[in-house]
């Protein structure tokens, strides 16, 4: 992994000045224009696509929570959104950059290898979301070397003030922080366990 | 992780021999609906969700070349179903399980456990889904742990001799092994430096 030194930003190349002031811009753009998103009741997430001269040609925010589904994270939308606009399931000869104000989940991740995408850059890493939010981002460790193996360029830790300032209003706003209820089921059965106690307790006395 | 000593059957909580008895039952139809889908055109993979009363709910195949898109993939369109059919993002007060003809791959783990969904059930291995198709299904590791910290309920390598005839007949019948073309611009390079050499060459004959 390579390190920038003045910056936090770490890649799985050799550190290219042209390609990471691209992305400054583009990050810091990204997540300037989150802020509009997450007013309409999107999730704090937003990713654009980009060909190799530069044009802008896909742009998603998270429609999780505003349209029912947990798919909808913001490189899945503009991923399925651009193979839908060109007709495949195969974005590789295209040489198509994917531009994040966070770290990819797990299951963008895999989205991103199986479309064909060739690049990524990100803001703030997954461990800062977390801790910044709540939300979980699933388990991916070394994925930078994966990517490499498959011929991915990775750039991330991209303007992480502005991304986590964002982050950090929507959740001081109150808005949602979706996850599975993952202990609904613990927390039913102790719900009946304890009705059942107290109502033994109560035939009990009644004995 | 959780072994039964008579077959290949992994899980991680002891296994229970009803559950398992359910889950070779569906997979074993899962495998055998499995071929009629792919002549039709889809991939080699086929997924159903049950609800807890053994009721099926939805029921996909994999579509990523037939309907040109990557996430297509069976987990992933029968999740998104189910949500659309039930309007909600977070399947989790449902007590859902998903069987799968294969292990989910990266992208849909991912997919998994961001649905809310409470079990899962699968049958063939990714490195021998690998190893016969080519397909190529992420980097997971320990995810049996992984899904056990989240309370979600696994068994894997079900039924597998069935399920592995099917991948071997997808690939000896010649149907679509789909992945990027990740060598494009390698072999783009390739072919210009080759021009190039050749080119030059002539050239210098001429001289």
Known sequence: MQKNKKTSVIANEKIDKVKLSDADEIILDLQSQLKKYIN????????AIYDSNGRLIAHAANSVVNKSCSHNHAEMNAIKLEEKKLGTHDLSKYNLSIYVTSEPCMMCLGSIMWSGIRAIYYGVPSERVAKITGFDE????EWFDEFKKRGITVYGQIETDAGEQV????????HTVYKPKRNYFARATRTIHKFLRRTICIRSEKI
Chains 1, 2 share one sequence.
């Open 40 to 47: 309409k009741g999107y999730g704090p997430f937003l990713a």
């Open 138 to 141: 699933g388990f991916k460790p």
């Open 167 to 174: 982050l950090q209003n929507y959740v001081t706003q109150g």
